[in-house]
């Protein structure tokens, strides 16, 4: 008998989309359909959704709850503002009240981050016939509020002896009792999947994650493999795979050049970096090491927006290296898609990364990443075989990364690389699969008696 699940988010492409999380919820319920898994989808039912009955090319049913205070009258999911966690608390509430008028009985209710992760509390309150899987995209993000809002979700402090100590200090933290309450937990990679349980990366969680080690696991997301294929892709200057790859760059590499004001050299390696200019991504890094990354034999092309600090630094630096150094602040995927294109190699020195889908989408336009060896980065390339990576997050390391590359560049080892890259396998099939695996074992843990473990939790 086939699998039935439900994925609870806030976002799904190209439905409703802000950052990663939808495309995963959008490209991993398609792969899963594909897999024979029969997948619902329930988002909040934001302006301009009404009527949507089904993810657009698939037949994946998609679910709507409806408020129009909390979601008709914004097309923007997330508003900034401490109701939010009032509004996918209520969200959360709605995904387990309205289950039984959707007409879809899932074995697995699949939450993704904080938005949905009191559905988790309230399934368990209930005792329902549901197990729970619930992927931490980013822990950073938590939906933090007053313990006020469970009174209208069902919930109170003293129902569950996870949010009798969680709301000791009035507040509860979202995030936190789904760690506590899924069935299973998956994070995004592999290599976040270990970081989480450090004081480091487990913002302030680790010890939880640690208790509940065995029900942790780490899955590589995947990309959309016809989305980000340069045989097919209509906003790259000219179209190319592997069999045709020397041709192809060239082209798009000369193109670039004249498009942001570089130099125009096919000998010169073309270094891009696109993503939040914020510290997190690796500014810091960049700014560091930048006079002496202009020292090298280089062109470097930086796209993105983020803190004014180093939008104004990286403007600075742009004006006293003409010819060499493109600055672009700005959002616009049509140009990330050409510097794909054009780049020789992509500069990801992000200190911590808990998916790391840019090296996996260059890597299909024949770009070799340079990373920093955290989180899904150090999941997706292998040094010398995909890619080039540093472990220490310090600008020393980076630049001599990038000293390690340049020797390799133009050379037979070079296009070796290049061949793994374009070859290597990041579709959502791949993840799928091990999904699928996941869910079973959600069913099986669902069955436990959690009663020791809520037990435990309450003494900490």
């Known amino acids: 008998m086939a699998l039935k699940v ?16 939808a495309h995963a919820v959008g490209s991993l319920s398609k792969a899963l359909r594909g897999l024979g898994v029969e997948v619902g989808i329930v988002l909040p039912a934001y302006k301009g959704l009404s009527g949507i009955k089904t993810l657009p090319g698939s037949d994946i049913p998609v679910f709507l709850v409806e408020n129009e205070d909390y979601f008709g009258s914004s097309e923007k999911p997330y508003w900034g503002t401490d109701i939010d966690p009032q509004r996918f608390g209520y969200f959360s509430r709605q995904v387990v009240h309205n289950l039984p008028h959707w007409g879809f009985k899932p074995d697995v209710i699949h939450l993704h981050d904080w938005h949905t992760a009191l559905v988790s509390s309230i399934v368990r309150k209930l005792n329902l016939p549901y197990a729970t899987v619930l992927t931490i995209h980013n822990l950073t993000m938590q939906g933090v509020t ?12 003293t129902d569950l002896r996870t949010l009798e100590w969680d709301s000791q200090e009035r ?11 899924a069935d299973l937990i998956s994070a995004v990679s592999p290599t976040y ?8 990366f487990g913002e302030g969680f680790h010890e939880i994650l640690r208790i509940r080690k065995a029900y942790l696991f780490g899955v590589l997301n995947g990309i959309n493999c016809e989305v980000y294929d340069p045989s097919q892709d209509k906003e790259i200057y000219q179209n190319f795979d592997l069999n045709n790859f020397g041709e192809g760059k060239a082209a798009n590499k000369k193109k670039l050049q004249e ?22 991504k690796g500014l810091s890094l960049i700014i560091e090491g930048f006079r002496r990354m202009m020292d090298l034999p280089i062109q470097f092309v930086l796209l993105g927006v983020g803190d004014s600090r180093y939008e104004r630094q990286v403007r600075d630096l742009a004006r006293s290296h003409l010819g060499k150094f493109s600055v672009q602040i700005a959002d616009d995927p049509s140009l990330t898609k050409r510097i794909c294109a054009a780049s020789d190699l992509f500069l990801i020195p992000s200190r911590f990364e808990p998916s790391g889908l840019t090296p996996m989408i260059v890597m ?17 390339v292998v040094d010398g075989e995909n890619g080039f990576v540093f472990g220490k997050y310090e600008a020393s390391q980076m630049l001599a990364c990038l000293r390690r590359a340049l020797k390799a560049f133009s050379t037979p080892k070079w296009r070796q690389m290049v061949t793994v890259a374009m070859q290597k396998d990041f579709s959502w099939e791949r993840s799928a699969e091990e999904y699928t695996s996941l869910y079973r074992q959600a069913l099986e843990f669902a069955k436990c008696n959690n009663s020791v473990r809520c037990k435990t939790y309450a003494k900490r």
């Open 193 to 200: 999947a270990k970081e989480v349980l450090s004081p480091e």
């Open 364 to 380: 299909r336009y024949g770009v070799l990443p340079l990373v920093h060896a955290t989180g899904g980065l150090n999941d997706a």
């Open 6 to 21: 439900l994925f609870a988010a806030s976002e799904c492409a190209p439905l409703v989309e802000v950052g990663g999380l």
């Open 171 to 181: 507040s509860v933290d979202q995030l936190l009792q789904g760690i506590i309450d």
């Open 146 to 157: 007053a313990s006020e809002v469970l009174f209208p979700l069902g919930l109170s402090e």
């Open 259 to 280: 498009e942001l004001g570089l130099a125009v050299d096919q000998k010169i390696m073309l270094i891009g970096f696109v993503g939040c200019l914020t510290d997190q």
